[in-house]
């Protein structure tokens, strides 16, 4: 991470913050599918079935009325009509009852179960009754299929019409726990999507607040420190961050430079001074020889006119005995024969002459 510009660290911090968001509204979507889901499956399906049940319990009462029609009707004509309402009757209560299993199949078989019952109450219990009321046309033979229905039929419809009444408030029941469960499942999920959107908020701000820390803030400190220490004179602080190629790495390679110039320039100075001291030394050095040489051409020029003086004096006897520089060693040497010499021939001359 060190190696990204800084503008590269924000946007992926936003993009951790765009991923949360992104995650958090796939999460509200699919918990706003699951609920819109569950209410059509409530609404379409469980309260369609509990319609369907009442509309096949009504065509099963339609199905008594029309029963009763056969039993007071005496014409063919009328006979056939209340027969042809009963088969639809009945057709409609087993398309209806099928429906409402097909609708709910956890109640399937209960639903199936009275289906039965109805068809069984039709086919089997009233069969005689519809049979004998259908081909009736006289009194006689109505009263006879009245008696019938009376005894084997009739009692069966309440049982009947009990069942499906039941059954309809069994799905009823169903349909609202089904309503209050998906109520609850929408509050928790309300409540789990405020819970995730503070929590990965507040989340992602630490993360982003360490990030920041780690990625900028704790490296710019550590070059303040750097350069502070550096203006106050010390110019063997470590200067970190050089090999970053972000800003950081810019500026820590800037800094780096201002104390490589100003180690060179202490260097620089360090040498002039040296150069400056050894051309002092040097200076001093001429001096006490041209000091050394002016004073030895002044002890021979005197040491030679003493040596005159003595001379004068005639003092032929004195030689010189202190020693010369070697580049003058030769003069007192040469001084010091001509006084041999003359002190000799003066001493022959004054020998002949006596």
């Known amino acids: 991470m060190k190696h990204l510009p800084i503008i590269a660290k924000f946007l992926i911090i936003l993009g951790i913050f765009g991923v949360f968001g992104v995650g ?7 918990q706003v599918r699951d609920i819109v889901s569950g209410y059509q499956h409530v609404i ?3 309260e369609a079935a509990a319609g369907l049940i009442t509309q096949a319990s009504q065509e099963m009462s339609g199905v008594q009325a029309d029963i009763g029609i056969l039993l007071v009707a005496i014409t063919p004509e009328d006979n056939k009509a209340a027969a042809t309402r009963l088969a639809a009757d009945r057709s409609a209560f087993d398309t209806n009852m099928a429906s409402a299993a097909r609708l709910l199949p956890m109640r399937a078989a209960e639903i199936l179960e ?11 219990s ?7 009321a259908s081909v009736a046309t006289t009194t006689y033979q109505d009263l006879a299929a009245q008696q019938e229905f009376l005894a084997s039929c009739m009692p069966l419809f309440p049982p009947m019409a009990a069942g499906m009444t039941a059954e309809r408030a069994k799905v009823q029941i169903e349909s609202s ?5 998906l109520d609850q499942s929408s509050s928790t999920a309300i ?3 405020f819970l995730i959107i503070i929590g990965g908020l507040a989340q992602a701000v630490v993360a982003s607040f360490f990030a920041i820390n780690a990625w900028v803030i704790n490296p710019l400190k550590k070059l303040q420190s750097a350069m502070e220490r550096l203006a106050g004179g010390n110019l063997q602080v470590n200067v970190e961050g050089g090999d970053r190629k972000d800003e950081v790495g810019s500026m820590a390679r800037t800094v780096q430079i201002f104390k490589d110039s100003a180690l060179q ?3 620089l100075e360090e040498k002039a001074k040296e150069a400056s001291e050894k051309a002092e030394r040097e200076r001093a050095t001429a001096e006490q020889a041209k000091a050394a040489f002016i004073g030895q051409q002044k002890f021979v ?4 006119a003493s040596g005159l003086d003595r001379l004068a004096q005639g003092q032929l006897q004195f030689r010189l005995t202190a020693n010369f520089a070697s580049e003058y060693e030769k003069l007192r040497g040469d001084f010091n024969n001509a006084m041999e010499k003359l002190q000799q021939t003066l001493g022959s001359i004054s020998r002949n002459t006596h």
């Open 126 to 132: 009233c069969s005689a009754t519809i049979s004998d």
């Open 177 to 181: 726990a089904a309503s209050t469960a």
């Open 191 to 193: 409540l789990l999507t």
């Open 301 to 304: 020029v005197d040491s030679l």
């Open 44 to 46: 379409r399906k469980t």
């Open 24 to 30: 958090g509204a796939v999460y509200t979507t699919g």
């Open 114 to 124: 009275l289906k039965k019952q109805g068809d069984d109450l039709i086919d089997s």
């Open 265 to 267: 320039k202490i260097n």
